[in-house]
């Protein structure tokens, strides 16, 4: 199981951009991610958290990778244990591979489930020494950075290690929250 953290940036992803060059990260992936949020039709939502909802959702996941050419669609489910601090302790994505996302849509909605919610961002990704920096561009959304740890790398393994090595980046971000939950803030916009 891997973990991450997600933070808000304090600049544009112009700016930022531009200050990971020039402490020589390098430019590794560039894709539009586009998340439809599906929950089971029966839900009664009125009476959950939005942290519940989405513990009970499936994304369909549809990923063009600007850099490759490429487009990947899948269904993605994502196993996060979160303590009351709202600290996310580990979590794992469980992804299926569809040939298509109106497929996906076609399967999802006749097995019982309808759509929550739609989150697309443009997601930028750089790295130096195993270090990756994946900078979402959330549309009509905030502009955050995610890092995930490293399982093989000692000193990229744990959440305090990544918090750590953010820290001596002297980067331009929020330092009060590491744990910002892009889909909770989302879905608060449409509940």
Do not use: H, W
């Not at 490429?70 to 244990?81: A, G, P, R």
């Amino acid at each position: 199981m891997s973990n991450e953290i997600t933070v808000k940036l304090k600049c544009s992803i112009e700016n930022f951009c531009e200050i990971l060059q020039n402490k020589k990260f390098k430019l590794v992936e560039k894709y539009l991610l586009n998340d439809t949020y599906f929950i089971p039709k029966n839900l009664n939502i009125s009476k959950l958290t939005p942290r519940e909802i989405l513990s009970n959702a499936v994304l369909l996941r549809d990923i063009n990778d600007y850099m490759l050419n490429t487009k990947i669609c899948k269904f993605t489910f994502k196993n996060k244990q979160i303590n009351e601090d709202g600290i996310i302790l580990n979590q794992e994505n469980i992804d299926c591979d569809i040939v298509s996302i109106e497929q996906g849509q076609k399967f999802i909605k006749s097995i019982g489930y309808k759509e929550l919610m739609n989150i697309k961002e443009n997601d930028t990704v750089y790295e130096k020494d195993s270090l990756k920096i994946a900078i979402k561009d959330v549309i009509n959304g905030d502009n955050l950075i995610e890092v995930e740890t490293v399982d093989n790398n000692i000193e990229l393994n744990t959440i305090e290690k990544i918090i750590s090595k953010i820290n001596e980046l002297n980067i331009p971000i929020y330092t009060n929250d590491y744990f910002i939950k892009k889909a909770e803030i989302e879905l608060k916009k449409v509940l």
